[in-house]
């Protein structure tokens, strides 16, 4: 099994930074894809941002500008840098990953997410 655990979370007052991580462990031979989704009450997941191993990456429209994704390859990790923070996107962030366990098999994992509040 792959564990994602994130951390960063909190609160802040709108024009704030926040950086968030996830760390991937367990039994992993390859991470492919790693990114970050949010979802807000009463509303559906949403992709915040996507990086790649090899570095490639994507935002979703509304935080394109103010967030940026970044991985540490050897430690399995992800973050996310988030800055010019808004109050409407105060969510849950959950970090998913994807690519191939110890013994072959692939996996795709989502951490148990970290709560985002921003206030105005």
């Known amino acids: 099994q792959v564990h994602l655990v994130e951390s960063g979370g909190g609160l802040v007052q709108a024009g704030g930074s926040l950086r968030l991580s996830c760390a991937a462990s367990g039994s992993i031979f390859s991470i492919n894809a790693m990114g970050w989704y949010r979802q807000a009450p009463g509303k559906q997941r949403e992709l915040v941002a996507g990086?790649?191993?090899?570095?490639?990456?994507d935002y979703g429209d509304s935080v394109k500008g103010r967030f940026s994704i970044s991985r540490d390859n050897a430690k399995n990790t992800v973050y996310l840098q988030m800055n010019s923070l808004k109050p409407e996107d105060t969510a849950v962030y959950y970090c998913s990953a994807g690519g191939t366990a110890g013994l072959g098999k692939s996996f795709a994992s989502w951490g148990q997410g970290t709560q985002v509040t921003v206030s105005s």
């Open positions: 990086i790649t191993s090899g570095g490639s990456t």
